[in-house]
């Protein structure tokens, strides 16, 4: 959280270059953290946490910027979602299963957002062809959403490996049971 805290700053400030916006793996956070965290915390834990966290950095920037828009909102309902989604997990999921969680939850989250962004933004045409504008190119003068797109599931799918990686070397160095590869619903399945 820490490392995801330091990268929100960094990218506030404008120290990282432009073509990393967006590289932050707070999904990830939710998704897997709620998934693997070894104590059990309700789901929405996450998402306060997260909230927590853009108030350290943004104070109210995040929502003067958005205006008040629902924007904001959705972007704290699809951590709670993927938190929530998360912990249907505990304790039942493999490697692979916070991986693609990961993964799904990554996708999930862009589609919601620039669908909403599209939505309300009177920059964007409302037609079909206003909607791949928003998933693709953006905005003329701005950054491809597709980069934003990059950086978000690159970071989310790094954010959830480190926390398996954390998960399991803890496991070795406490002499506790690993993460398997497959959760145990697979498994069974298989």
């Not at 306060?48 to 972007?75: C, K, N, P, S």
């Not at 709670?80 to 039942?92: D, E």
């Not at 919601?112 to 928003?134: C, D, E, F, H, I």
């Amino acid at each position: 959280m820490l490392a995801a805290l330091i990268l929100r700053i960094l990218s506030h400030k404008e120290v990282l270059p432009q073509t990393l916006g967006n590289f932050s793996p707070l999904v990830a956070f939710a998704f897997a953290g709620s998934a693997l965290f070894p104590r059990k915390l309700p789901w929405w834990s996450w998402a306060i946490l997260l909230l927590a966290m853009d108030w350290i950095v943004f104070g109210t920037f995040m929502w003067e910027h958005a205006h008040g828009r629902a924007e904001v909102l959705l972007m704290y309902v699809c951590y709670a979602g993927a938190a929530w989604a998360g912990s249907l997990l505990r304790g039942k999921a493999g490697m692979v299963d916070v991986l693609a969680g990961t993964l799904a939850c990554s996708v999930l989250f862009y589609v919601l957002t620039n669908t909403l962004s599209w939505w309300v933004n009177p920059g964007y045409a409302k037609s079909g062809a206003g909607w791949v504008q928003a998933m693709t190119t953006g905005l003329p003068g701005f950054p491809s959403t597709l980069m934003f797109f990059r950086n978000s599931l690159m970071a989310d799918m790094l954010g959830a490996l480190v926390l398996v990686l954390a998960y399991n070397a803890e496991a070795v160095v406490r002499n506790l049971q690993r993460l398997p590869l497959l959760g145990t619903a697979q498994r069974k399945a298989a």
